[in-house]
Nanobody, 124 residues
């Protein structure tokens, strides 16, 4: 029933910024968390950030903290990932995910629902 659709990806020069969006439907997610993950070619899926839908608590990957901000808009059923100071190593497909208790929101295997992803390419 739950559907997630990412948007906002694209190509950007190193040092640039992008804001990714994820529209969700089918659930209020009032008790669960949502997150962003990414996967580069030949690499494992990597945790990026998560947010608790109800309370708004956030967590970030240490390697990205300070350059990214996850946020939500309850009225529009959207979550966002603002990415600044982008680096070539940020190049990946970025996925929105939902349906996980907060304590497991760093763990991709615990999420129930996934979007199809949006490509982010950062050139040097």
């Amino acid at each position: 029933q739950v559907q997630l659709v990412e948007s906002g990806g694209g190509s950007v020069q190193a040092g640039g910024s992008l804001r990714l969006s994820c529209a969700h439907s089918g659930s209020t997610f009032s008790d669960d968390s949502m997150g962003w993950f990414r996967q580069a070619p030949g690499k494992e899926r990597e945790f990026v950030a998560a947010i608790a839908w109800a309370g708004g608590a956030t967590r970030y990957a240490d390697s990205l903290k300070g350059r990214i901000t996850i946020s939500r808009d309850n009225t529009q059923n959207m979550i966002y990932l603002q990415m600044n100071s982008l680096k070539p190593e940020d190049t990946a497909v970025y996925y929105c995910a939902a349906g996980v208790p907060w304590r497991f929101s760093f763990n991709d295997s615990r999420y129930k629902y996934w979007g199809r992803g949006t490509q982010v390419t950062v050139s040097s």
